[in-house]
C-alpha cells in the first residue's frame, strides 16, 4: 500500500505513553482513569477479541526504515489513513449537498477513558460517537496473526470500518439499530441489528477503499486480500471456533467471517453507500 500518497490528517490525537506525549490536536486523554464499562447504546467495535498468536510488529516498509523511526512511521499511516478517509466521505456528502464533519482519532497504549467508558490496553478499536471519536491501539495487533498484518491495508481497513460507524451515524444509515438500543431492544444474534450495523460498516469501508484506489491509485499485490483476511478472521463464527468453543449464532455481534467479507466487497465493487442498506436486505 502506497500509503505516502495521502494527505495525513491533523486530527490524531498520540497519547501514548512514551512517544513524548505527542498531542496534535491539543488535547490529552485519559487522565484521571475511572473503572466503568466500556459498553452500552452507541458503542462500535470493530475487533473484540484477538486470537491467541505470537507478536508480530506492524511492517514499515524497507525505504521508510532508513529515514525514520518504526513508531514515527505507525503515527504517519494512521494519520494518512485517515486523513484520505476525510478526503473520500468530504467529497461524497458534498455530492448530496452535506457537510462532513471530520472525527478524531485517539491513538493510545495503556488504559484510557473515553466518553464511551473505559478501554485497557487490550481493547480493539471502536467509536465512540458521543465525542465522534475513533480511538485505535497500535500494540492490540501485535496479537493478531501473522498474516493479518503483512499488508497496511489490514489496518487500514479496520480503520476505515471505525470511520464508517460514524459515516453511518452521520447519514441516518443505521437508524433502526439506534433506535432498538435506545427502546432497550435486543440487537444481538445472527441477523440482528447489530450484526447489521457492522456489517454496513465493513461494507462503508469498502466504499471508500473504491474512491481512495481510483483517486490515488496506492493498493499493491496483496492488499485487498490482507484486508479480507483481517474481516474474514473477526467473523463472529471464526471468532468462536479459535476458541474452541462451539459456534453460537444467538450470540452474534459483528457477523460471519464469511459475510464480512462480502459486504466489504460490495462497498469496495460499488463505490456507492446505497449499496451498503443491510437493514433492507434479508440475505446477509
Not at 462500535?44 to 516498509?61: K, V
Not at 467509536?127 to 485505535?136: A, D, E, F, I, R
Not at 444474534?189 to 483517486?215: I, K
Amino acid at each position: 500500500m502506497l500509503w505516502t500518497k495521502a494527505r495525513r490528517s491533523d486530527n490524531v490525537n498520540d497519547t501514548r505513553e512514551g512517544k513524548d506525549a505527542r498531542t496534535l490536536t491539543g488535547k490529552t486523554l485519559g487522565a484521571g482513569l475511572a473503572v466503568v464499562v466500556l459498553a452500552g447504546a452507541g458503542l462500535y467495535s470493530t475487533l473484540d477479541t484477538a486470537p491467541d498468536s505470537p507478536t508480530s510488529p506492524l511492517p514499515p516498509t524497507a525505504t521508510a526504515l532508513s529515514i525514520a523511526p518504526a513508531e514515527d512511521l505507525q503515527l504517519k499511516f494512521v494519520q494518512s489513513v485517515l486523513g484520505d478517509t476525510e478526503d473520500t466521505w468530504k467529497q461524497l456528502f458534498a455530492q448530496t449537498g452535506r457537510h462532513y464533519p471530520q472525527p478524531e482519532l485517539t491513538l493510545y497504549n495503556n488504559d484510557i477513558l473515553s466518553d464511551c467508558g473505559y478501554a485497557s490496553s487490550g481493547s480493539g478499536p471502536f467509536y465512540c460517537p458521543s465525542n465522534q471519536q475513533v480511538y485505535l491501539n497500535l500494540e492490540f495487533f501485535k496479537k493478531l496473526e501473522p498474516h493479518s498484518v503483512i499488508a497496511d491495508f489490514a489496518l487500514a481497513y479496520i480503520i476505515a470500518h471505525e470511520i464508517g460507524h460514524h459515516v453511518q451515524l452521520e447519514l441516518g444509515l443505521s437508524a433502526p439499530f439506534e433506535k432498538a438500543l435506545l427502546d432497550q431492544q435486543p440487537v444481538s444474534g445472527d441477523g440482528g441489528l447489530e450484526v447489521r450495523a457492522e456489517l454496513q460498516a465493513d461494507c462503508l469501508a469498502g466504499v471508500w477503499a473504491h474512491h481512495a484506489q481510483r483517486r490515488l491509485d496506492w493498493l499493491e499485490p496483496g492488499d485487498i486480500e490482507a484486508a479480507l483476511n483481517t474481516a474474514e478472521m473477526f467473523g463472529d463464527d471464526h471468532l468462536q471456533r479459535s476458541r474452541n468453543a462451539p459456534v453460537r449464532p444467538e450470540i452474534f455481534s459483528h457477523g460471519t467471517s464469511k459475510q464480512r467479507v462480502n459486504w466489504f466487497k460490495t462497498g469496495f465493487a460499488s463505490g456507492l453507500s446505497e449499496a451498503c442498506d443491510t437493514f433492507a436486505t434479508g440475505n446477509l
